[in-house]
């Protein structure tokens, strides 16, 4: 059988794909693919193509493939232009003779995790993570403690010192380099520790792997955890809960990030929790109870001014789902002067006073969760939000005062059909949406989501390494895996076309170069922000254009105090970084 013949008209332009594959009653049992790509002056390459489960990847001289395929068909997404080390782990090397572990050292590691090609590889250093520096501040005064992301590019953790203890984050999508990782490192002697939300929804799963697994909130009980270490009497699980004040909790160690790899490290943080628990998301987690929390605005204010940095990213959920707190929160952050972007849900835009507040105190750049253009699909997801005819007009709302709109949007719910990209991606540039994220719905394990579709039979695996939104692991409703897969690739290639970004220019003249260099910097440079990222140039590159939207945003900010809510109507200020 021959699929997917080279199509001028693919989503896929620049590489065309000839299938020949032999179906059992399994499933594929065996292909072999030809590759003509015209960026190698269509010279052919003839791979073979064992069985294997949707999402799996074919890899080729200059280009990977990611497969996905029912029982009948099959579809190829070209990644182009992916170097080995943005789509595989740093080797671990089981030769190497390293010390004998250091007393009382402690070392942190985010995982690595492979990127999506269709999207930057710039928001994989925004900022660095703050589960890691909140433990690491944690972590008592007679203990050395270090950072390791292995995102930015660096190589594997470091080995000497050898540490004693090992914490590592784990994710669903990289828990089998966590895995890896805690073998390397236990079987020369050290102790480690997992904890992130993976442990907390398959902790049976990932007990095996480590000496200790923290349930729930690790900043409670990590101190304790390296007492017991230093006391022998280390227990294999911790559960922390979240009953504690958040404004209790100690401030980042963001000391121990490297300065230059992240485009800002400060990371913020002022909520914890969210208003609404949509059945995909992984709040709804089972045994996740986090209950809504606040911490006091003018320690933010305190630990943004602290850190130096001109420009902050909230990680909050939602930072909008208090109100009241918002606006004591921006007149707290007004007098610094500095620039800020966060997520919030859009009926933030009920009170536009509010959003007049944001805009004094600093903020150039919100990220809305819309999720979907259809109602249905809202209501399904147990969300609380507004109409979705009437995003539209609030998102002019966010604009009348300077704030760039960042949205995210989630293909493939029970409600969306083959049409849905074109009809999101024509809304996008209709509204002049900035920028935006696409998601392939993803029923994460321990969901609501996950038990309906597992109860009716549509899961179609449970490799969690392509549980990452980029992957298509469910068999959707109204239209087949392929186009699932076909458009959520064709939409990323939409939105980061040259027509699609002058489409969505701002109105404001004033505010189109910065948008533009926004645009094409960090959307279409992912071969710069390779080097970026591995030379730890991130910060250095991205400090002009932060500082000349700072410098814009207080002129615009004297502009509207000065004439109040009015003046926002005709201008436009484009955030660095959202």
Known sequence: MTGLPANPKSPYPWSSVMITMTLGRAGVSGCAATVASRAASRTSILVGIGAGLPGGILRAPGSEHRIHFTSQSICFTVQSMMTKDMVEAPRLDDDLVTPRPTPRTALLINPFYPKNPH????????????ALTSVAAATPRSWDVRYWDENLLQGPPPSDPFPA???????????????????????????????????LSCPDEVAP???????GEGVQVWGRLLRDVDEEQLSPVYRGSYRSPYRCDPAPRRDLVPRNSFLTTSSLIATRGCHNRCGFCYLATDGLHLPYDLREPEQIAREFEAEGQPYGVFVDNN?????????????????????????????????????REMALAGCTGVFVGFESLTDRNIEAAGKRSPRTEDYARRVTVLHRYGIQVSGSFVFGSDHDGPDVFAKTVAWIEANRVECAAFHILTPYPATPLFRQMEKEGRVLHKDWTRYDTAHVVFEPKLMSVEQLADGYAWSYRRLFSHRSIWRRRPADARAVLPYLAMSYFYKRSNRIWRHLIRWRLTGLAW?????????????????????????????????AGV
Not at 209 to 215: E, P, S
Not at 337 to 347: G, K, T, V, Y
Not at 545 to 564: I, M, Q, S
Request: proline share 3%.
């Open 119 to 130: 999207a930057s590889f710039g928001k994989h250093v925004l900022t660095p993570s703050l």
């Open 165 to 199: 203890v090992v914490g590592i984050t784990v994710h669903l999508t990289f828990a089998n380099r966590a895995y890896a990782l805690a073998r390397w490192y236990r079987d020369r002697g050290a102790i480690v520790v997992f904890g992130g939300l993976h442990v």
């Open 543 to 575: 400090r002009p254009l932060v500082e000349l939207t700072r410098r814009r945003h207080l002129k615009f900010r004297k502009r509207l105090a000065k004439a109040g809510a009015a003046v926002g109507r005709a201008s436009s200020v484009v955030s």
């Open 319 to 355: 930072l909008g789902s208090r109100p009241a707190y918002l606006r004591r929160l921006c007149r707290a952050l007004q007098p610094l002067e500095r620039i800020w972007s966060a997520a919030i849900s859009i009926d933030v835009t009920d009170d536009e006073d509010l959003i």
């Open 209 to 215: 792997h480590a000496d200790a697994i923290v349930i």
